[in-house]
């Protein structure tokens, strides 16, 4: 007996130890862990001043930063999630931000900000600084210009923003407990909630519910620790009222003559120009163009030729080009610079005055993408002046194509009068292949993407008056640009039969001589009308012309029956 006893107590203590062991391993595995999780790499937080950015119910890829207990955005972010009209204007550190009757500045790194108009005021805070490179510019100025709500939190600094306000599934946490980093007792937890606290809905799960807490962490609660779901509605911030750009479109179709004027004489060619057209009813005369970076350009304008077109029933809209055969202007230089863009705007705008135009055309070509910020503020602040003193602003846009977005057409459609598109030239002097310079799915497909952006009414059309006779010698492509006459006459000339091609709408002719092969898409009376019959499905505000003096007089009949229509 007594050797049976060590034996015993050995084989319950073994029993205990795993009956121990067991538990042990139950209750580690059934137990909830009390790990917390690392906020700053939840976050993703890189310093002190860092804010991590949750927009709506998720968190972005943008973070803020905070300095002076003031919260900034970089200027990518403000331009991205609220506002796209602020102007950074790096070279002579200033935040533009204009409106319809406005220009609104400040230097970066001042507390005041004021008007075009005499007005200024102080913030109170550092309204943009730079840190590096990167602009910052003050949450609280951008609230001035934009509609939304943000909440800072600290321990750590998060941001929560709401620029929507749709109804939300919510709940109740009915009992203490925590919001963990994935669904599992084993995950980390990312904070603490206490019953009644009331959590976002965001996605529904077995057993847990993806949730964001009113302090903006996104994380995971037991199902059995929630109420029933109930609808809330935030209610909206609407501080800031978005302005209304008043447009001088005309009640009426617009049909505009571009007339090319290379010289003082050139003006005098006006009356024979118009002696055989029908319903125009602007001329569009190319008198001015950029001769230097600083804002200056040449003029050709003439106060007899406005009168003399203003008694012929005309409207006037006065052409600046940066297109010169002997100056190179650099774009970017020129428009970047609020000092040089407002020497160009104000020599514009009193020559327009001077001269009694009722209108300005805008032919800046060739527009890199880095300029492209540039000149859409080029166009909204040249818009101020106009509309205070009733001139038209109308500019002149490339059919719409992946690398020309940087026009940005759309905001042209809200702070200009007209967004005329340069239906031609899809085939062009150094193109690779002969081709048509305007072919009707060319057409129709630069005024169907135009309309996406721009209010249809807005939008004009231009049309060619021109055509290219093309030569293929090997693999060598050239053409020459001819008018109507030239082109038909060139066919009569050669012996060749044209024949209507489908494809393009035209008439289309050909003719081998030797090792040459050559290829005509006209440019005539029937292309023009399929050109306009397209305009008309698409209800827009008229058609213009390149150029005046380059069509056969059959083709006004076609752009009047065209005028005539609803």
Same mark, same amino acid.
């Given at each position: 007996?007594?050797?049976?006893?060590?034996?015993?107590?050995?084989?319950?203590?073994?029993?205990?130890?795993?009956?121990?062991?067991?538990?042990?391993?139950?209750?580690?595995? &059934?137990?909830?862990?009390?790990?917390?999780?690392?906020?700053?790499?939840?976050?993703?937080?890189?310093?002190?001043?860092?804010?991590?950015?949750?927009?709506?119910?998720?968190?972005?890829?943008?973070?803020?930063?905070?300095?002076?207990?003031?919260?900034?955005?970089?200027?990518?972010?403000?331009?991205?999630?609220?506002?796209?009209?602020?102007?950074? /204007?790096?070279?002579?550190?200033?935040?533009?931000?204009? @409106?319809? /009757?406005?220009?609104?500045?400040?230097?970066?790194?001042?507390?005041?900000?004021?008007?075009?108009?005499?007005?200024?005021?102080?913030?109170?805070?550092?309204?943009?600084?730079?840190?590096?490179?990167?602009?910052?510019?003050?949450?609280?100025?951008?609230?001035?210009?934009?509609?939304?709500?943000?909440?800072l939190f600290t321990e750590p600094y998060?941001?929560?923003?709401?620029?929507?306000?749709?109804?939300?599934?919510?709940?109740?946490?009915?009992?203490?407990?925590?919001?963990? &980093?994935?669904?599992?007792?084993?995950?980390?937890?990312?904070?603490?909630?206490?019953?009644?606290?009331?959590? $976002?809905?965001?996605?529904?799960?077995?057993?847990?519910?993806?949730?964001?807490?009113?302090?903006?962490?996104?994380?995971?609660?037991?199902?059995?620790?929630?109420?029933?779901?109930?609808?809330?509605?935030?209610?909206?911030? @609407?501080?800031?009222?978005?302005?209304? *750009?008043?447009?001088?479109?005309?009640?009426?179709?617009?049909?505009?003559?571009?007339?090319?004027?290379?010289?003082?004489? %050139?003006?005098?060619?006006?009356?024979?120009?118009?002696?055989?057209?029908?319903?125009?009813?602007?001329?569009?005369?190319?008198?001015?163009?950029?001769? /230097?970076?600083?804002?200056?350009?040449?003029?050709?304008?003439?106060?007899?030729?406005?009168?003399?077109?203003?008694?012929?029933?005309?409207?006037?809209?006065g052409l600046i080009s940066n297109l010169?055969?002997?100056?190179?202007?650099?774009?970017?230089?020129?428009?970047?610079?609020?000092?040089?863009?407002?020497?160009?705007?104000?020599?514009?705008?009193?020559?327009?005055?001077?001269?009694?135009?009722?209108?300005?055309? $805008?032919?800046?070509?060739?527009?890199?993408?880095?300029?492209?910020?540039?000149?859409?503020?080029?166009?909204?602040?040249?818009?101020?002046?106009?509309?205070?003193?009733?001139?038209?602003?109308?500019?002149?846009?490339?059919?719409?194509?992946?690398?020309?977005?940087?026009?940005?057409?759309?905001?042209?459609?809200?702070?200009? /009068? *007209?967004?005329?598109?340069?239906?031609?030239?899809?085939?062009?002097?150094?193109?690779?292949?002969?081709?048509?310079?305007?072919?009707?799915?060319?057409?129709?497909?630069?005024?169907?993407?135009?309309?996406?952006?721009?209010?249809?009414?807005?939008?004009?059309? %231009?049309?060619?008056?021109?055509?290219?006779?093309?030569e293929t010698n090997g693999t060598t492509?050239?053409?020459?640009?001819?008018?109507?006459?030239?082109?038909?006459?060139?066919?009569?000339?050669?012996?060749?039969?044209?024949?209507?091609?489908?494809?393009?709408?035209?008439?289309?002719?050909?003719?081998?001589?030797?090792?040459?092969?050559?290829?005509?898409?006209?440019?005539?009376?029937?292309?023009?009308?399929?050109?306009?019959?397209?305009?008309?499905?698409?209800?827009?505000?008229?058609?213009?012309?390149?150029?005046?003096?380059?069509?056969?007089?059959?083709?006004?009949?076609?752009?009047?029956?065209?005028?005539?229509?609803?």
């Amino acid at each position: 007996m007594k050797k049976i006893i060590p034996v015993l107590v050995a084989i319950v203590l073994i029993l205990i130890i795993a009956a121990v062991g067991f538990g042990t391993v139950l209750i580690d595995k &059934y137990s909830y862990s009390k790990e917390r999780a690392d906020l700053n790499s939840y976050f993703g937080i890189t310093g002190e001043d860092d804010v991590p950015i949750i927009l709506q119910d998720a968190q972005i890829e943008e973070h803020a930063r905070i300095w002076d207990n003031v919260c900034y955005f970089d200027f990518a972010t403000v331009h991205l999630y609220f506002n796209d009209r602020f102007y950074e /204007d790096r070279a002579e550190n200033l935040l533009l931000y204009t @409106t319809p /009757d406005a220009i609104i500045r400040t230097d970066i790194g001042s507390t005041v900000y004021e008007t075009s108009t005499g007005e200024s005021q102080d913030a109170g805070y550092v309204i943009a600084r730079y840190e590096g490179d990167v602009l910052y510019v003050a949450a609280d100025y951008v609230k001035q210009y934009a509609n939304f709500s943000y909440e800072l939190f600290t321990e750590p600094y998060r941001m929560q923003i709401y620029t929507q306000w749709e109804e939300q599934q919510v709940a109740d946490i009915t009992r203490d407990t925590q919001v963990r &980093y994935q669904g599992g007792i084993k995950s980390d937890i990312l904070t603490d909630a206490a019953q009644g606290d009331r959590v $976002i809905i965001l996605e529904e799960m077995e057993n847990w519910t993806k949730v964001k807490t009113q302090d903006a962490f996104i994380g995971y609660v037991e199902n059995k620790r929630l109420s029933e779901k109930y609808v809330e509605e935030p209610v909206p911030v @609407t501080d800031y009222v978005e302005p209304e *750009y008043a447009s001088q479109t005309r009640d009426h179709k617009i049909n505009l003559a571009w007339h090319a004027v290379y010289s003082v004489e %050139g003006n005098d060619t006006l009356t024979g120009l118009l002696s055989t057209t029908q319903s125009v009813n602007v001329i569009c005369p190319t008198w001015f163009i950029l001769t /230097d970076n600083a804002g200056n350009f040449s003029s050709l304008a003439s106060e007899s030729y406005v009168s003399k077109a203003h008694e012929m029933g005309l409207e006037v809209w006065g052409l600046i080009s940066n297109l010169s055969d002997s100056v190179t202007v650099d774009m970017y230089e020129l428009l970047s610079r609020t000092s040089t863009r407002t020497y160009l705007i104000e020599n514009l705008v009193s020559t327009a005055l001077a001269y009694g135009l009722d209108g300005i055309n $805008i032919d800046f070509e060739h527009i890199s993408d880095k300029t492209g910020e540039a000149f859409i503020e080029f166009i909204r602040e040249l818009s101020i002046p106009c509309r205070a003193n009733g001139i038209v602003l109308s500019i002149d846009n490339y059919v719409p194509m992946g690398f020309n977005s940087h026009y940005h057409r759309e905001e042209q459609g809200i702070v200009a /009068d *007209y967004v005329i598109i340069m239906g031609y030239d899809e085939h062009y002097s150094d193109s690779e292949e002969a081709g048509s310079v305007a072919s009707i799915n060319f057409v129709e497909n630069g005024i169907a993407k135009t309309v996406e952006e721009v209010p249809p009414e807005k939008v004009i059309n %231009g049309i060619p008056f021109y055509t290219r006779i093309w030569e293929t010698n090997g693999t060598t492509v050239t053409s020459q640009v001819v008018n109507m006459e030239m082109a038909a006459e060139y066919l009569n000339n050669h012996g060749i039969e044209k024949q209507w091609d489908e494809e393009t709408c035209q008439n289309y002719g050909e003719y081998q001589s030797g090792n040459s092969y050559f290829q005509v898409w006209l440019e005539d009376a029937d292309s023009i009308r399929v050109k306009l019959s397209v305009m008309d499905q698409y209800q827009i505000g008229g058609v213009a012309e390149w150029r005046l003096g380059l069509e056969e007089p059959m083709v006004w009949e076609v752009i009047a029956e065209y005028m005539s229509r609803n």
